[in-house]
């Protein structure tokens, strides 16, 4: 699934959550705790999925993370032998750079990812004005789960379509670990709600 | 006998079993492996299930409130270690190779490129290594069906709870908290299971 496919189809996951987070932000004012916990669950699915979108390409990403590195350790062999160190000196000093930058890598990436992702995906859409009922924005969660799960299969690719596979791309690639997130996020939003809907029907009937 | 080695002994409620206190990383890892082959059953449509594993992902979520120091590892440690070792011994190699020589800031800089390409390689390889070894895995049953596997977590989860729960500090004492909630997500959870 090419780049665009992909932000395309987050876009239109992204307007749903937003309409459904809309809905259950007016019901929520009550203070009800299983609404509230729906609320919270949906606003960190929002930046999840701005990260997943913000992922960069693997040849950019091996061109920027090689340049970093030719960076810092031509500035800090150059600080060392401006200091004056032996040669030991002149290893240590890049050497702990090295790992200092490396160290930094996870946070300086997810910064770049959600600032690429803002970019990408533009502003939150702003919900239609409408009072949508709490059983009709479950149904709106549900219709954004599936095209959540099948964009992140179509990312996955036809070909690995089956568990083990899945479950290596859980783990290891970058772009199908945030869907998969995404989609426990959802899916805990949809399960609180449910929660929330059969409490109000056992204490009617 | 001191206090620690007395409350040792409270949470060792099976004394034929080696371990004490369960550690509360090992617990997160195992629930991770479960949840991870639940919602992978789910997406392929092997285990159509979508209460479960999110159910599961909350308890998750308080045993790793719980932690002293809840930092996630590095998302796929072997693949971390392969690059580091290929990468460092390429850069070690071509340092030795080079002498004197690469010691001056370009070449050290070239030597660096070379071992971080060195590492990239290697994890490359094993992501190639590893689709071909899952095509060859079967599915096998779903550990989240496992009756089992509930009351293993929960023992482990009360254990630790148990031990955090009249600890002198009062953050450990707060983690017992976050343990109970873990264990009512985890009910919930053994709740929806099909009951055949």
């Known amino acids: ?205 | 006998m001191s206090e620690r080695v007395l409350r040792r002994l409270r949470a060792r409620n099976d004394p034929f079993s080696g371990l004490v206190v369960p550690r509360l990383r090992h617990i997160e890892r195992d629930l991770d492996a479960v949840i991870t082959d639940a919602q992978s059953r789910d997406w392929s449509a092997d285990r159509p299930d979508q209460v479960v594993f999110a159910r599961l992902a909350q308890a998750r979520r308080r045993v790793r409130a719980a932690r002293r120091f809840p930092v996630a590892g590095p998302a796929d440690p072997v693949a971390v270690l392969l690059g580091a070792v290929a990468g460092g011994g390429v850069a070690a190699g071509l340092l030795w190779a080079g002498g004197a020589a690469a010691v001056r800031p370009v070449a050290l800089a070239v030597v660096a490129v070379a071992g971080l390409w060195a590492a990239l390689v290697a994890v490359a390889v094993l992501r190639r290594l590893r689709r071909r070894w899952d095509r060859d895995t079967p599915p096998g049953r779903a550990p989240i069906d496992d009756p089992y596997l509930y009351a293993a977590l929960r023992r482990r989860i009360e254990t630790c709870a148990a031990a955090a729960r009249d600890h002198r500090s009062h953050r450990r004492r707060g983690a017992a908290t976050e343990l109970e909630y873990a264990l009512d997500w985890i009910g919930a959870a053994q709740s929806e299971l099909p009951r055949r």
């Open chain 1, 1 to 205: 699934m090419s780049g665009r496919a992909l932000h395309a189809e987050l876009t239109a996951v992204r307007a749903l959550v937003a309409e459904g987070l809309a809905g259950v932000g007016d019901a929520a004012g009550a203070g009800q705790v299983w609404l509230r916990s729906a609320c919270t669950r949906l606003t960190s699915l929002d930046g999840v999925l701005v990260e997943a979108a913000g992922v960069v390409a693997t040849p950019v990403w091996v061109v920027a993370v090689s340049a970093v590195t030719f960076a810092v350790v031509v500035l800090s062999a150059a600080v060392a032998g401006m200091l004056g160190l032996g040669v030991t000196g002149a290893l240590a000093l890049p050497g702990t750079a090295l790992l200092g930058a490396l160290a930094a890598g996870p946070w300086a990436a997810r910064r770049v990812h959600i600032a690429l992702g803002r970019r990408r995906l533009g502003p939150v859409p702003s919900p239609a004005p409408g009072a949508a009922t709490l059983t009709e924005v479950s149904e709106q969660l549900l219709r954004a789960r599936v095209r959540l799960v099948s964009a992140a299969l179509r990312r996955a690719g036809a070909d690995h379509w089956t568990v083990p596979h899945l479950r290596r791309a859980m783990r290891t690639d970058p772009v199908v670990r945030r869907l998969a997130h995404a989609d426990l996020l959802l899916c805990q939003a949809i399960d609180c709600l449910d929660r929330y809907l059969g409490d109000l029907r056992k204490d009617l009937s």
